[in-house]
């Protein structure tokens, strides 16, 4: 039973092609996420990296080729993709207006929850003390952390994360790490983009998906 | 961790968001209003002060200001939501996105649509407008505003990957206010004639309503195509 279940496939790819500014990113791109993994979407800058990203969730359209959320096209089965999505770009969608636990409590309740501790769940990611502060005065890391606390409170399976370490300190860096091997032992799968080493997701558990930088 | 958000929630909840951004942001409330009041102000200065012709004139002034006031503030509509990344997360929200559309767009018209029906009274005294045409006035500007602010948002919508996206926004969007602005000031004239003018209205109306409920479609499935 336990078996089937780390077996079952959440994401897939067909035959991805995309292509910017005249150039091709990636031709024919095919592979599948099963619930449990973690995977690193690797390559140099500018090799479509957050543009596979943007595929996947949805944002932008490849040139061809399509996704697949349990067997079923994103584009057609929109609401229910995005019930199960939780997609941070490299823009933190964190307005500099509003204090952060007002950032918190509207994206979460955006997404569709309506009981959470926003509180609680800022002091997880070590903003205590900061709830009160406008997001537009908190430091690169902390701007960061305000969407990532958005992780600790989330049912979605698939987890979508441009550079999620950004700015963000070492310890910091491991709690993440430490989250997202729960999300994977959930039955989530996570898939991201990042240039860091990792201290706790050691290579046996991370997959990797490599994009070339292509000059045609 | 249930999600048990209703549509009606959702909607208020970023309703509730984009009005207290722009409170702590008063800027975006008092410009368009403030370009409102010059332009009308301006006029009489630049047509001299004769009560026939100001009242003549007075209901096309007043509108064109209020149409041009309403274009001015739209590029903020969705601007701030693209550069930050928020409008990534309400395309990607598991709520519907012509609702969320519809809450941000009627925001938007609290804010800009409302104070300039507010003020539009006071102007008119200014220009000396029929005593008759006040109740028209304040009638095509509520129906007519929020017709402005839906049809606009579309163009916005449309514009807002381009970094200058100003000028083919007017281009885009000027056409789409013609009807609006002939209807509206026909009905302000008819009224100071005292000749009905009901049959005005039920056009503007019928714009509002049209557009109340096809305009979210449109400004979600552009939206979707700027941010591609």
Known sequence: ??????????????????????????????????????????????????????????????????????????????????????????????????????????????????????????????????????????????????????????????????????????????????????????????????????????????????LEYRFV | MKKGISFRQAFFTLLKRDLQIAIRHKGDIFNPLLFFILVVTLFPLGIGPEPQILSRVAPGIIWVAALLASMLSLERLFKADFVDGSLEQMLLSPQPLPLMVLAKVLAHWILTGVPLILIAPLLAVLLHLDGNSYGALMATLALGTPVLSLLGAIGVALTVGLHKGGVLLSLLILPLYIPVLIFATSAIDAAGLNLPYSGHLAIIGAMLVGSLIMAPFAIGASLRVSTN
């Open chain 1, 1 to 210: 039973m336990a078996e089937q279940q780390i077996a079952k496939t959440l994401l897939s790819a067909n035959q991805l092609t995309c292509i910017r500014e005249e150039r091709i990113l990636f031709d024919e791109l095919s592979f599948e996420i099963t619930a449990g993994e973690i995977v690193q979407i690797e390559g140099p800058n500018g090799s479509g990296k957050t543009s596979l990203l943007r595929i996947l969730a949805g944002l932008s359209r490849p040139y061809a080729g399509d996704v697949y959320y349990q067997g079923e096209d994103i584009t057609r089965n929109r609401d229910e993709y995005n019930d199960d999505l939780l997609y941070l770009g490299h823009l933190a969608g964190v307005k500099t207006e509003l204090t952060a636990e007002e950032n918190l409590n509207f994206n979460l309740r955006i997404s569709g929850y309506d009981e959470f501790d926003t509180r609680g769940i800022l002091s997880k990611v070590n903003l205590a003390g900061f709830e009160e502060a406008l997001a537009g005065h908190l430091s690169a890391g902390q701007h960061r952390r305000t969407a990532l606390a958005r992780l600790w409170h989330t049912n979605c399976k698939i987890w979508l994360l441009d550079e999620p370490f950004t700015a963000i300190d070492k310890k910091g860096v491991e709690e993440l790490e430490h989250i997202f091997l729960a999300h994977a032992k959930r039955g989530g799968c996570v898939i991201m983009t990042t240039h860091q080493d990792m201290g706790i997701i050691g290579d046996d558990i991370l997959r990797k998906i490599s």
